[in-house]
């Protein structure tokens, strides 16, 4: 199974369906919240979202789902990835709730090859979440320096650093 993909297999145009989704539970909720030290009781406190809010419910903390996302397109956009150079737009469209299941998909915008390396280019990508519903809920633009096949091939392939067993 391929992990990633090199510059000259990227597409404009091209959308790859990340698969599975996953079903966002309120421990992942609070430990990301916990990790993170967001401590705003929207996420963390039922009381205060029933009584003060107008979901009437705890909201997943949107930088999990945006992260869960990042996560998820990994196999099919950056897992052969020099560096992630920019993220530049971030939007949060609607909100999701313990039990939602997340779905991502990922469209390739631009790809230009590097000009002070031949051996690499940059990929301009557009990353959407939406839950089991279809309803868009995160959407994330950004750049990834991802090697063309020579660099592979120089570092040693499909799996670089991979041991070779032995008794």
């Given at each position: 199974?391929?992990?990633?993909?090199?510059?000259?297999?990227?597409?404009?145009?091209?959308?790859?369906?990340?698969?599975?989704?996953?079903?966002?539970?309120?421990?992942?909720?609070?430990?990301?919240c916990?990790l993170?030290?967001?401590?705003?009781?929207l996420?963390?406190?039922?009381?205060?979202?029933?009584?003060?809010?107008?979901?009437g419910k705890?909201?997943?903390?949107?930088?999990?789902?945006?992260?869960?996302?990042?996560?998820?397109?990994?196999?099919?956009?950056?897992?052969?990835?020099?560096?992630?150079?920019?993220?530049?737009?971030?939007?949060?469209?609607?909100?999701?709730?313990?039990?939602?299941?997340?779905?991502?998909?990922?469209?390739?915008?631009?790809?230009?090859?590097?000009?002070?390396?031949?051996?690499?280019?940059?990929v301009?990508?557009?990353?959407?979440?939406y839950?089991?519903?279809?309803?868009?809920?995160?959407v994330?633009?950004?750049?990834v320096?991802?090697?063309k096949?020579s660099?592979?091939?120089?570092?040693?392939?499909?799996?670089?650093?991979?041991p070779?067993?032995?008794?």
């Amino acid at each position: 199974m391929q992990f990633g993909r090199y510059f000259e297999e990227f597409e404009v145009g091209a959308v790859y369906k990340h698969w599975p989704g996953k079903t966002v539970t309120e421990y992942d909720d609070h430990l990301f919240c916990l990790l993170t030290m967001n401590h705003h009781p929207l996420h963390m406190d039922a009381h205060y979202a029933e009584e003060t809010t107008d979901f009437g419910k705890n909201v997943v903390v949107g930088n999990y789902i945006y992260s869960l996302l990042l996560g998820m397109s990994v196999p099919d956009v950056s897992g052969k990835a020099i560096a992630n150079l920019e993220v530049e737009s971030l939007k949060h469209v609607k909100p999701t709730f313990h039990g939602d299941t997340i779905y991502g998909e990922t469209e390739v915008l631009d790809k230009t090859p590097s000009k002070s390396k031949d051996d690499r280019g940059v990929v301009y990508v557009e990353t959407r979440g939406y839950k089991q519903d279809g309803t868009i809920v995160c959407v994330f633009r950004r750049k990834v320096m991802v090697p063309k096949r020579s660099y592979g091939d120089a570092r040693g392939g499909e799996q670089p650093g991979r041991p070779i067993p032995h008794a």
